[in-house]
T-cell receptor, first 117, second 113 residues
Framework: GAVVSQHPSRVICKSGTSVKIECRSL??????MFWYRQFPKQSLMLMAT?????????EQGVEKDKFLINHASLTLSTLTVTSAHPEDSSFYIC?????????????FGDGTRLSIL | GENVEQHPSTLSVQEGDSAVIKCTYS??????FPWYKQELGKRPQLIID?????GEKKDQRIAVTLNKTAKHFSLHITETQPEDSAVYFC????????????FGTGTRLKVLA
């Protein structure tokens, strides 16, 4: 149980393109999902907390107009990188928790490797 | 806000030896501490976790200890095997009424056969 699916797994596109990444909880409902970014050989940095039916909460330094998050249902959150540039190239990973509690583990998707040319 | 420090950044051990990775956190309100294993290019996978009302937890070759007073927790892997080679991340959660994770910087463990 507690499977999180993320698509696509790999994206290569030109500078200026907008890219949408989907994160789905397959066998549970997730009122909250999280989006992380991970540069090579670095840790996971939380970008934003996605809340079903309300606005996402962004971490300091993350541009909400560049990284659009939509959590329209209990099983789907999307991250759209708008007008992507080479510096946006990274590994993006989502996670979700079965229960909205601080004492529950988060389950991660497989990640999306984004390469902007 | 919460800050999590993790040491060492790299660790090499001989197969069969033990490995210990340590983390410290800054916010005394944190109450949940998971450990994740990440292989290259793959998702982080939960290997063990501990809650603030427990001092130690063990699952076969893996154990985690928590010292709330000192605000540090450690991962112990015994009888290491080559397949234990990966990057390990600690995290702290539960501060200020949120349940977001703050991750440590990671430890690259290499088990030498």
């Amino acid at each position: 149980g507690a499977v999180v699916s993320q698509h696509p797994s790999r994206v290569i596109c030109k500078s200026g393109t907008s890219v949408k990444i989907e994160c789905r909880s397959l066998d549970f409902q997730a009122t909250t999902m999280f989006w992380y970014r991970q540069f090579p050989k670095q840790s996971l940095m939380l970008m934003a907390t996605s809340n079903e039916g309300s606005k996402a909460t962004y971490e300091q330094g993350v541009e909400k107009d560049k990284f659009l998050i939509n959590h329209a249902s209990l099983t789907l959150s999307t991250l759209t990188v708008t007008s992507a540039h080479p510096e946006d190239s990274s590994f993006y990973i989502c996670s979700a928790a079965v229960s909205p509690s601080s004492n529950q583990p988060q389950h991660f998707g497989d990640g999306t490797r984004l390469s902007i040319l | 806000g919460e800050n999590v420090e993790q040491h060492p950044s790299t660790l090499s051990v001989q197969e069969g030896d033990s490995a210990v990775i340590k983390c410290t956190y800054s916010d005394s309100a944190s109450n949940y501490f998971p450990w994740y294993k990440q292989e290259l290019g793959k998702r982080p996978q939960l290997i063990i976790d501990i809650r603030s009302n427990v001092g130690e937890k063990k699952d076969q070759r893996i154990a985690v200890t928590l010292n709330k007073t000192a605000k540090h927790f450690s991962l112990h892997i015994t009888e290491t095997q080559p397949e234990d080679s990966a990057v390990y991340f600690c995290a702290a959660s539960g501060t200020s009424g949120t349940y977001k994770y703050i991750f440590g910087t990671g430890t690259r463990l290499k088990v030498l056969a």
